[in-house]
Nanobody, 117 residues
Framework: QVQLVESGGGLVQPGGSLRLSCAAS????????MSWYRQAPGKQRELVAS???????NYADSLKGRFTISRDNAKNTVYLQMNRLKPEDTAVYYC???????????WGQGTQVTVSS
């Protein structure tokens, strides 16, 4: 069992930066691949980035270079650093944990990111 709690969302101007955090508890953190997803108003949920326990990363092509995912296994926390934000980045951002080799996953409650002047 895993509980995920996101934080760090808010209102930011275009070109600004935000750092999202997702704290995991309830299980062994290193057994999970961690991901960030987002869902904009009127749009489907989409994958933003993923990171394995060993630090291997995967990004949506449109976001690579602006967003960086990382994890601190000692703190059971995954991060999403978002730079040069654009209005189209406005969405609810969700943290997901997926157990390696097993069909088991957990979702956080989401955190709102709004990019506007």
């Amino acid at each position: 069992q895993v509980q995920l709690v996101e934080s760090g969302g808010g209102l930011v101007q275009p070109g600004g930066s935000l750092r999202l955090s997702c704290a995991a508890s309830g299980s062994i953190f290193t057994m999970y691949i961690m991901s960030w997803y987002r869902q904009a108003p009127g749009k489907q949920r989409e994958l933003v980035a993923s990171v394995t326990s060993g630090g291997s990363t995967n990004y949506a092509d449109s976001l690579k270079g602006r967003f960086t995912i990382s994890r601190d296994n000692a703190k059971n926390t995954v991060y999403l650093q978002m730079n040069r934000l654009k209005p189209e980045d406005t969405a609810v951002y969700y943290c997901k944990a997926r157990r390696v080799y097993i069909l088991e996953e957990y979702w956080g409650q989401g955190t709102q990111v709004t990019v506007s002047s």
